[in-house]
C-alpha cells in the first residue's frame, strides 16, 4: 500500500463546477504540499500547509491531522485549471525526516 | 527574480554511460532538491541540498549522487545507466529546507537511456 493515496485518479468536471480532490496518508508527516503539473511537465507549488486552511483565489486546502487527510477543492473551475494535482507529504519522525513522498496524482479535465 | 533553469534539457545517453545534470536555483535560495518522475512510478524524491550539504537522501541507489556549490548551484551524477534511468529529473529550490517551505521547480531535464 503506497504511503500517499489519492482520489480521484482521473476527473472530468464541466466548467463552472466545485471539484475536489483528496489525499491521505499513513506516515506522520510534518507537512503536507499540494502541486499543480501542466501537459508540458512544469511543476507549480499551491500550497505547503501543516494544519487548518489556506485560500488563494480560487483554490482552498485543507488538512485533517488526525485523521491524516487532505483535501484540494477548486471552485468555480475552468479549462485552464486542467492539469495534475499532486498531493506530497514531509514524513516527520527519526531517519528519513523530511522526505518528501508524492501521491500518484489526479488528472483534471475541464470541458468549456 | 530569474527562476529555476536546468540544463541540459534534454539527452541521450547509452547504457554504461555517466550523466551530469545541472541546476541553478533562484537567486537567494539555498535548498535544492532533486527529483525523478516516470510513468511508472511518479515522483520520487532522490536528494536534498542545503548549504552546501546533504540534508536528506531518497531510496536510490549509490549510482545517483549530487553536490552543491557554494553559490547554490547544483548538480547530480548518475553512473552506469540503465535502461530504468529513462525519465524527467526536476529539481526545486526553496528559501530554507524543502520539506517546510514552498518550493519553485525547474523545467526538468528529460533523459533517454538507449
Known sequence: KNEVEQSPQNLTAQEGEFITINCSYSVGI?????????????IVS???????????GRLIA???IQE????????ASHPRDSAVYICA??????????NLIFGKGTKLSVKP | KAGVTQTPRYLIKTRGQQVTLSCSPISGHRSVSWYQQTPGQGLQFLFEYF???QRNKGNFPGRF?????????SEMNVSTLELGDSALYLCASSEHRAAYNEQFFGPGTRLTVL
Open chain 1, 30 to 42: 510534518s507537512a503536507l504540499h499540494w502541486l499543480q503539473q501542466h501537459p508540458g511537465g512544469g
Open chain 1, 46 to 56: 499551491l500550497f505547503m500547509l501543516s494544519s487548518g486552511k489556506k485560500k488563494h
Open chain 1, 62 to 64: 485543507t488538512i485533517n
Open chain 1, 68 to 75: 491524516k487527510h487532505s483535501s484540494l477543492h477548486i471552485t
Open chain 1, 89 to 98: 507529504v514531509a514524513k516527520g519522525g527519526e531517519g528519513s525526516q523530511g
Open chain 2, 51 to 53: 548549504s552546501e550539504t
Open chain 2, 65 to 73: 549522487s549530487g553536490r552543491q556549490f557554494s553559490n547554490s548551484r
